[in-house]
């Protein structure tokens, strides 16, 4: 990287994509980039020192290919100008995965797959740690609530990072100590099927050098690795790592030990609540002390843990009213963190705001959308969100609407969704999805504290 002056970004405003960003603005380097339209993120980025602009136009470009690296994302589409124009001039072009391997070559890599959980995993492996005093570099796929941001950096030579399957990114990866936490199907536009989803992850499995942690139940076997293989469950013995004498605490949080292979970690608390909480925790205390921190160090972090924007992240928690946001965008995602509300608020109504994440996603999981959002007691229901994708005919919000059963439904549009609440009674109030739909976080927050307020 010596030879490089400039790191240019197309599709900056990304989650993984600002981390890598501001990695290389930390270093030294003269870091800009394009993203489609504005959002917290790229503001952050530009208070940071980062040029960011919002037009597909050349004249932003770094002149110099000899002295400037172009990362792009693979949701950037393929004929886009600007990404035409530098892989026609000369420049050297990269992935955000190949980069991400290329910083992590050489360090002791630590690594969070899994189709689902990675990202508070990653923040609460990074968080541990940070805590114990070790120090990681890390690259999360969430804004950490205990840092306010999605890089943290240290000189200690360990990099904790989410390792992505969309477009097989985490294969660029090869993990010192690695773990799963799902092998669901997702991205099925990428991998047409299930089988061809575990594929991938026995092949980011094969790829792991030391140790690999698995959920348990997963179709891993030692025949798919040279690491050694340990499995991680939430409250089932028959894992390695589990929780044993797990009871409520205060505010919906678990009181929980940990048990493993050496020993128990008495009374341990996850800083924010929910079972499912609890079992990331396990997954990230697991890779933490096959890493080698100590467990009184573990059970200090984990009660100290304050989150991850927009997973299971509570805005407002009163008698009367509660929201929650959460990124869920997969059926599977959705059960989880309908199951966890259901535990900590019993016997209240759930409203949940759903706004589905990609055409094909859509299409391939609507019945079990449908399933998942049956659970609630009223269902508000978005238009897709399209992101990298063009319109697929026959596909809208409607085919999962029409299969959901619950009590209550709704079908309304984006721009209709804020004077809609103006009347709506709300006791628990969720919304979910990976899109743009965090843009009404705040609003919805500040709209239900006046209502508290009166």
Not at 202 to 219: E, H, M, N, P, Y
Request: glycine share 8%; hydrophobic share 35%.
């Amino acid at each position: 990287m010596t030879d490089y002056k400039d790191i240019y970004f197309i599709g900056i405003g990304g989650i993984g994509m600002s981390a890598i960003a501001r990695y290389y603005k930390f270093k030294g380097y003269e870091v800009s980039g394009y993203d489609r339209t504005p959002s917290e993120l790229t503001r952050e980025l530009e208070k940071e020192g980062i040029s960011v602009h919002y037009e597909d136009n050349t004249v932003f470009i770094p002149k110099n290919p000899e002295t400037t690296l172009v990362v792009y994302t693979p949701a950037i589409p393929s004929d886009m100008g600007e990404l035409t124009y530098v892989r026609e001039h000369g420049y050297r072009v990269i992935k955000r995965s190949a980069i991400l391997g290329e910083i992590s070559r050489g360090q002791s890599c630590l690594a969070i797959a899994g189709t689902h959980g990675k990202a508070t995993t990653s923040t609460l492996l990074a968080h541990i740690l940070t805590s114990s005093g070790e120090g990681c570099t890390a690259f999360l796929g969430g804004i950490s609530k205990n840092y306010g941001t999605n890089l943290l950096m240290s000189h200690n030579p360990v990099v904790v990072a989410e390792a992505d399957e969309f477009d097989r990114s985490f294969l660029q990866l090869h993990p010192e100590i690695a773990a799963i936490t799902a092998m669901d199907a997702d991205h099925l536009d990428i991998y047409s099927d299930l089988d061809h989803v575990k594929e991938a992850f026995r092949q980011f499995a094969s790829q792991t050098k030391g140790v690999l942690i698995t959920k348990l139940g997963l179709d891993i076997t030692s025949s798919d690795t040279r690491a050694k293989i340990y499995s991680y469950s939430y409250d089932d013995a028959r894992a390695d790592f589990y929780a044993e004498n797990i009871r409520n605490g205060s505010c919906g949080h678990l009181i929980f030990d940990i048990v493993w292979p050496d020993g128990v970690i008495h009374d341990c608390t996850c800083g924010v609540p929910g079972w499912v909480n609890v079992e990331n925790s396990i997954a990230a205390a697991a890779v933490a002390l096959c890493h080698g921190v100590t467990p009184d160090e573990i059970r200090k972090a984990l009660a100290s843990f304050t989150g991850v924007k927009r997973r299971f992240d509570i805005h407002l928690n009163t008698p009367g009213c509660s929201y929650i946001d959460d990124y869920a965008h997969h059926p599977k995602e959705l059960e989880s963190a309908i199951s966890s509300i259901r535990n900590i608020f019993p016997g209240r109504k759930l409203t949940a705001i759903f706004q589905p994440h990609l055409y094909t996603r859509t299409r391939d999981f609507a019945d079990d959308f449908a399933k998942a959002l049956s659970r609630t007691d009223k269902l508000i229901l978005l238009d897709i969100y399209p992101a990298r994708e063009e319109p697929i005919p026959g596909v809208t919000s409607e085919i999962i609407f029409d299969k959901v059963n619950g009590p209550e439904k709704v079908l309304i549009t984006k721009e209709e969704l804020l004077p809609y609440l103006e009347h709506e009674p709300v006791d628990i109030l969720a919304t979910f999805g990976a899109g743009n739909i965090d843009r009404f976080t705040g609003p919805i927050t500040e709209m239900l504290e006046k209502r508290t307020m009166k």
